[in-house]
C-alpha cells in the first residue's frame, strides 16, 4: 500500500489521493505557432522505469495539488512538496 | 415556509455501535488565506472559539471550528442561528478577500457511538484508529468507502461524520453494515 506524505496533513493513505499527470511536461509558450511543441505537450509522455515526477491531488483530504517523485518500479515515494509555485 | 428536514431526518440504527443521523446541523464554509486577522476573526467572534489548528476542531456547546485546509475552514452552529452567524461573519470580513456561505443543507451528519465506534470507522476509512492516533480534539477529512467524508470524536466513544447530502443514504447504509451486531473484530 502506498503512503504519501502530504506536506499539509502528513503520512496518509494513497488511495486519499488522486493522480494528476507528469510533472515534468512543460507548456510550450502561448506564442507557438509550431505544431511540433504542441503535439509533444499534449500528447507525448515518456514512460520510465524508475524515478518519475508527478503531481498528485489530496482530493480527499487537504485539497492541494502536490508534486512528488515516485519509483514506477517500486512505488517508492521521495520528496513531496506543494505543486503551487512550482508549476 | 416549507418544513427543513435534514436528508434521513434523524435515522437510527443499533448494532456493534449506535449509528443515527443527527437532524438539521448550521454550516457555514469559510475560504480564504486562514493566516489574515479578518477571516481568523470572522471564525472566532462568531463562535466564541479560538482558531483550531492543523487537522484539528474546536468546540463548545453551541458551536464548532474545524479546520479543513490550508485555505478554508468550517464554521458549525445550530442550524437557525447560520443566518446571524453568517451576518456576523460577513461584517468582521468587511472587504477581506474572502467567501463565506451557508452549505447547511448540503451536507448530512451522523454520530457513531459506543465501545465499538473505533472499530465501525475502522472499517471504511484509511485512517488510524487507535486511541494513541485518534483523540477528540482531532478532525479528520478522509474517506468513508467510496466517498469524501470529514469526522472527529465528541468523547473517547463518539465520532460525528459530515458528508454530502447526496451521499448520505449510501453514507448510513455502509455505517450499518459496518456495525452490525456480531461483526466485532476487537482490534482496538
Ligand atoms: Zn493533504
Known amino acids: 500500500m502506498i503512503r504519501i506524505n502530504c506536506p499539509v496533513c502528513g503520512s496518509r493513505d494513497e488511495n486519499e489521493f488522486t493522480y494528476g499527470g507528469d510533472a515534468n511536461v512543460v507548456r510550450p509558450a502561448m506564442d507557438e505557432a509550431e505544431t511540433g511543441p504542441w503535439l509533444d505537450y499534449v500528447f507525448m509522455r515518456d514512460n520510465p522505469r524508475g524515478p518519475h515526477r508527478e503531481y498528485w491531488h489530496h482530493v480527499m483530504g487537504c485539497r492541494q495539488w502536490l508534486m512528488l517523485e515516485r519509483d514506477t518500479l517500486t512505488h517508492e515515494i521521495g520528496d513531496c512538496i506543494l505543486a503551487r509555485g512550482v508549476a | ?188
Not at chain 2, 489574515?36 to 474546536?58: F, Q
Request: aromatic letters at 8%.
Open chain 2, 1 to 188: 415556509m416549507s418544513e427543513a428536514v435534514s436528508a434521513l431526518n434523524h435515522a437510527e440504527f443499533d448494532g456493534l455501535a449506535h449509528v443515527r443521523e443527527i437532524g438539521l446541523q448550521g454550516m457555514i464554509t469559510l475560504r480564504g488565506d486562514l493566516k489574515t486577522k479578518a477571516i481568523k476573526n470572522a471564525a472566532t467572534k462568531a463562535t466564541g472559539l479560538s482558531m483550531p489548528a492543523m487537522n484539528c476542531v474546536e468546540t463548545n456547546e453551541a458551536n464548532g471550528l474545524c479546520w479543513m485546509s490550508p485555505d478554508e475552514l468550517l464554521v458549525m452552529c445550530a442550524y437557525d442561528e447560520v443566518g446571524s452567524t453568517l451576518a456576523k461573519m460577513q461584517k468582521t470580513l468587511g472587504k477581506t478577500h474572502a467567501l463565506a456561505v451557508n452549505v447547511s443543507d448540503a451536507r448530512a451528519v451522523f454520530q457513531v457511538s459506543g465501545p465499538f465506534a473505533r472499530e465501525v470507522m475502522a472499517k471504511l476509512c484509511p485512517v488510524d484508529f487507535s486511541p494513541e492516533a485518534f483523540q477528540p480534539g482531532l478532525f479528520r477529512r478522509s474517506r468513508m468507502a467510496q466517498v469524501p467524508a470529514a469526522f472527529w470524536m465528541c468523547d473517547e466513544q463518539t465520532f460525528q461524520i459530515i458528508c454530502f447530502r447526496s451521499v448520505a443514504d449510501y453514507v448510513f447504509e455502509l455505517l450499518k453494515a459496518a456495525a452490525q451486531h456480531h461483526s466485532e473484530v476487537d482490534y482496538y
